[in-house]
Protein backbone atom coordinates (compact mmCIF):
# COMPACT_ATOMS: atom_id res chain seq x y z
CA UNK A 1 0.00 0.00 0.00
CA UNK A 2 2.97 2.55 0.91
CA UNK A 3 6.01 3.25 -1.81
CA UNK A 4 7.57 3.99 1.32
CA UNK A 5 7.57 3.69 5.44
CA UNK A 6 5.40 6.95 6.82
CA UNK A 7 7.98 9.77 8.57
CA UNK A 8 8.22 9.16 12.19
CA UNK A 9 7.58 12.35 14.45
CA UNK A 10 11.76 12.99 13.59
CA UNK A 11 11.13 13.01 9.91
CA UNK A 12 13.10 9.52 10.14
CA UNK A 13 11.49 6.37 7.73
CA UNK A 14 10.60 3.97 10.20
CA UNK A 15 7.76 1.70 11.43
CA UNK A 16 8.32 3.35 14.86
CA UNK A 17 6.33 6.49 15.29
CA UNK A 18 8.74 7.25 18.08
CA UNK A 19 11.76 6.86 19.78
CA UNK A 20 9.61 5.98 22.20
CA UNK A 21 7.76 2.91 20.39
CA UNK A 22 11.64 1.73 19.45
CA UNK A 23 12.84 1.90 22.58
CA UNK A 24 9.71 -0.13 23.99
CA UNK A 25 9.81 -3.00 21.21
CA UNK A 26 14.27 -3.01 21.58
CA UNK A 27 15.65 -1.97 24.69
CA UNK A 28 15.04 -5.30 27.47
CA UNK A 29 16.92 -7.20 24.91
CA UNK A 30 19.19 -4.62 23.92
CA UNK A 31 20.33 -4.47 27.95
CA UNK A 32 20.22 -8.29 27.68
CA UNK A 33 23.11 -8.33 25.52
CA UNK A 34 25.28 -6.08 27.53
CA UNK A 35 24.51 -8.14 31.07
CA UNK A 36 21.83 -5.71 32.52
CA UNK A 37 18.27 -7.16 33.23
CA UNK A 38 15.78 -4.57 32.69
CA UNK A 39 13.02 -6.00 35.16
CA UNK A 40 15.47 -5.88 37.75
CA UNK A 41 17.48 -2.70 37.99
CA UNK A 42 15.35 -0.40 35.64
CA UNK A 43 11.97 -1.21 34.47
CA UNK A 44 10.85 2.77 33.96
CA UNK A 45 14.01 3.92 32.67
CA UNK A 46 12.52 4.46 29.28
CA UNK A 47 9.81 7.50 30.46
CA UNK A 48 12.39 8.08 33.35
CA UNK A 49 15.24 9.31 31.01
CA UNK A 50 13.80 9.34 27.27
CA UNK A 51 13.50 12.77 26.89
CA UNK A 52 16.83 13.81 28.12
CA UNK A 53 18.86 12.59 24.33
CA UNK A 54 16.27 15.31 22.27
CA UNK A 55 19.14 18.20 22.97
CA UNK A 56 21.56 15.29 21.58
CA UNK A 57 20.01 14.59 18.39
CA UNK A 58 22.00 16.81 15.74
CA UNK A 59 24.56 15.96 17.48
CA UNK A 60 24.33 12.07 16.97
CA UNK A 61 22.66 12.71 13.25
CA UNK A 62 26.06 14.48 12.27
CA UNK A 63 28.23 11.71 14.14
CA UNK A 64 26.10 9.42 11.74
CA UNK A 65 23.91 7.68 14.32
CA UNK A 66 20.18 7.32 14.28
CA UNK A 67 18.59 9.09 17.12
CA UNK A 68 16.44 6.07 18.29
CA UNK A 69 19.70 4.29 18.21
CA UNK A 70 21.43 7.17 20.42
CA UNK A 71 18.65 7.19 22.89
CA UNK A 72 19.52 3.50 23.71
CA UNK A 73 22.68 3.42 24.01
CA UNK A 74 22.21 7.12 26.01
CA UNK A 75 20.30 4.91 28.30
CA UNK A 76 23.61 3.33 29.42
CA UNK A 77 25.06 6.32 30.78
CA UNK A 78 22.41 5.41 33.46
CA UNK A 79 22.72 2.42 34.30
CA UNK A 80 26.25 -0.05 35.75
CA UNK A 81 28.93 -0.48 34.46
CA UNK A 82 28.39 2.20 31.82
CA UNK A 83 27.39 4.55 34.63
CA UNK A 84 31.23 4.53 35.51
CA UNK A 85 32.42 5.73 32.22
CA UNK A 86 30.46 8.87 31.57
CA UNK A 87 29.62 12.14 33.58
CA UNK A 88 31.57 12.23 36.95
CA UNK A 89 34.38 10.05 36.43
CA UNK A 90 37.43 9.16 38.02
CA UNK A 91 39.10 11.00 35.11
CA UNK A 92 37.16 14.16 35.25
CA UNK A 93 33.87 14.99 33.20
CA UNK A 94 32.80 13.31 30.27
CA UNK A 95 30.10 14.41 28.16
CA UNK A 96 27.16 12.05 27.54
CA UNK A 97 26.72 12.77 23.89
CA UNK A 98 30.17 12.52 23.27
CA UNK A 99 30.02 9.53 25.15
CA UNK A 100 27.43 7.66 23.16
CA UNK A 101 29.09 9.03 19.59
CA UNK A 102 32.90 7.55 20.94
CA UNK A 103 30.53 4.36 22.06
CA UNK A 104 28.33 3.24 18.85
CA UNK A 105 31.13 1.02 17.69
CA UNK A 106 30.94 -0.75 20.73
CA UNK A 107 27.13 -0.89 20.98
CA UNK A 108 25.20 -0.88 17.55
CA UNK A 109 25.93 -4.47 17.51
CA UNK A 110 23.67 -5.51 19.61
CA UNK A 111 20.80 -3.25 18.26
CA UNK A 112 18.37 -3.92 16.03
CA UNK A 113 18.47 -1.77 12.94
CA UNK A 114 15.73 0.67 12.63
CA UNK A 115 13.09 -0.12 10.22
Known sequence: MFDKLPKDIHGYDSKYRSHYAYLDAHLKEFLA????DMDICCPGIIHCHGDKGY?????W???ELHFFHGMAI?????????SDEVRETK??????????????D???????PVE
Open 33 to 36: KVDI
Open 55 to 59: SYRDQ
Open 74 to 82: YLLTYLRPF
Open 91 to 104: DGWVDPSRWVLENK
Open 106 to 112: RFLPHLP
Open 61 to 63: NKG
